[in-house]
């Protein structure tokens, strides 16, 4: 009933609405929706919300870019996506470290692996708004929503490395299983499946369609089916559903034939947010609040603040500052550091934390071994800086919109006191045209009405009382200015011509 007035006269998305909302409803105040009341189904039915609103962003976001964008794009995508994500994923790592001891490093760089992608869903929210339609150029808005669907899927590599090192007990099969799993089956695999796929989708609706088989609106309700298809088949056979997804939506849309026939359909994007809000909703009221503060384990909320501060301004800022020379979409300073910035994480670190913790053995009380200690841990974690970007990424545009008007409404008023200033003192020296006002005392305006006005004088006086205008006649009087900028009985000298 206000969405008008909420997201395109505030800027505030449905990230937040919906996470604040899930929070309200959830077990920590109106207790009304509770996921861990599931019990043991509560991990496996979160990671199938999380898996099948990622795959339909993901799917939307290949879809909607332009026409062959991959291949025109490539060489900014990859330095956006390998170099960017491999210096977050080592330098989160170390600030985990260093705050949490008790983890060794490996331990971190899994949980690390959970926060180095880019939240596609978040993402998509900030830079499909007004506000970014208004302020952010377009090739800097289609490389960050590509960036943030490519780097969701990649993140599997990042977080079986760590995975494997931490549950293997030889490395030498660690990383055999990593190269042959986690890059040929997962991401390799997953990639080909979901553009042949994509593919073949294309090829068949082209068809149906040249032979008059299939309607307008039968298009946009295969785009659902196809996400959904794409992803199972990913899922089933253990590759990556997610890069799978965007690679379909990207195939279909590589000829710009899928996008003539939806464009201008809002079916789509109705479902989208529908997905999206349902989403934050369930995370909202998933947040393990009570998870935040475990001194045993080393979990507190200074400890947790601290690595959200550094998060935000170490991830990604410092990279992409250093690589945007290499990434022709971005051509200044100021666009590197927007790009650092909207780093969201949100649904994909949940996503990628549960499917971690769903590979770790089962966390005994205490932990006996580093394992069970990530475990117990990683989602505590991965959860409280999931509320943080979701704040400062879901209020970050607010807050600019804010600024840029109490800005543009300062200068405005100092502008147009300038110019006030300015016509009142044209005004007066046009009053004093051609004479030469004279400042004297009320002793003096006295003597001059008790013995004459000086015949010679061209003193002219200003705010004259009633009395001393009665005293004499030969005074010449200017009364009081409408203004009040000249007071009763006060004489001012001329202003210089």
Request: glycine share 8%; hydrophobic share 50%; proline share 4%.
């Amino acid at each position: 009933m206000c969405s008008l007035l909420v997201k395109e006269k505030l800027y505030i998305n449905e990230v937040v609405l919906g996470t604040a909302f899930g929070i309200i409803m959830g077990p920590h105040v109106a207790n009304v929706f509770d996921p861990r009341d599931w019990g043991v189904e509560t991990q496996r039915i979160t990671l199938e919300v999380m898996r099948v609103v990622l795959a339909m962003g993901l799917f939307a976001i290949g879809v909607e870019l332009p026409k062959s964008y991959m291949a025109k794009h490539i060489r900014g995508l990859l330095v956006l996506v390998v170099p960017t994500m491999a210096i977050g994923w080592v330098i989160v790592a170390g600030i985990l470290k260093v705050l949490f001891g008790d983890l060794n490093f490996v331990s971190c760089l899994a949980i690390a692996a959970c926060l180095t992608p880019t939240d596609p869903i978040i993402c998509a929210a900030i830079v499909g708004g007004k506000f970014a339609m208004k302020h952010v150029p377009l090739n800097l808005r289609q490389i960050l929503s590509a960036e943030s669907a490519a780097n969701d899927g990649l993140a599997y590599p990042f977080l079986s490395i760590a995975i494997y090192l931490t549950v293997e007990t030889s490395t030498r099969e660690a990383i055999g299983k990593w190269f042959l799993i986690g890059w040929l089956y997962e991401v390799i695999l997953g990639t080909v499946l979901g553009a042949v796929l994509g593919s073949i989708f294309n090829w068949l609706m082209k068809l149906s369609h040249n032979k008059g088989f299939i309607d307008r609106e039968s298009y946009v309700a295969q785009y659902l089916a196809m996400a959904l298809f794409t992803i199972g088949i990913a899922s089933t056979i253990g590759s990556d559903d997610l890069l799978a997804a965007f690679a379909a939506g990207t195939a279909i849309s590589w000829d710009g034939n899928f996008n003539t026939h939806t464009e201008n359909e809002i079916f789509a994007s109705v479902i989208d947010l529908v997905l999206n809000c349902a989403c934050f909703v369930y995370i909202g009221a998933w947040l393990p609040f009570e998870s935040f503060n475990m001194p045993e384990y080393g979990i507190e909320p200074w400890r947790l603040s601290v690595l959200f501060i550094a998060i935000l301004a170490l991830r990604r800022i410092p990279s992409i500052l250093l690589l945007f020379k290499w990434v022709p979409e971005i051509t200044t300073w100021q666009e590197a550091l927007f790009s650092g910035h909207f780093g969201s994480m949100g649904v994909g670190a949940i996503f990628i934390s549960t499917l971690a913790v769903s590979r770790l053995p089962e966390p005994s009380d205490p932990p006996a071994n580093q394992a069970e200690l990530l475990a117990k841990v990683l989602q505590p974690i991965v959860s409280f800086i999931v509320l943080g970007s979701i704040i400062i990424h879901g209020l970050s545009i607010p807050f600019f919109s804010f600024g840029r008007t109490m800005s543009l409404t300062m200068t405005r008023s100092a502008t147009l006191t300038g110019v006030r200033a300015a016509e009142n003192a044209d005004y007066l020296r046009s009053l004093a045209t051609g004479k030469q006002l004279a400042l004297v005392t009320q002793t003096e305006a006295t003597h001059h009405v008790s013995h004459g006005p000086d015949p010679t004088s061209d003193e002219v006086h200003v705010g004259a009382t009633t009395s001393q205008a009665s005293g004499s006649g030969s005074t010449t009087i200017i009364p009081d200015l409408e203004t009040g900028l000249v007071s009763k009985g006060v004489h001012f000298s001329a202003l210089a011509q």
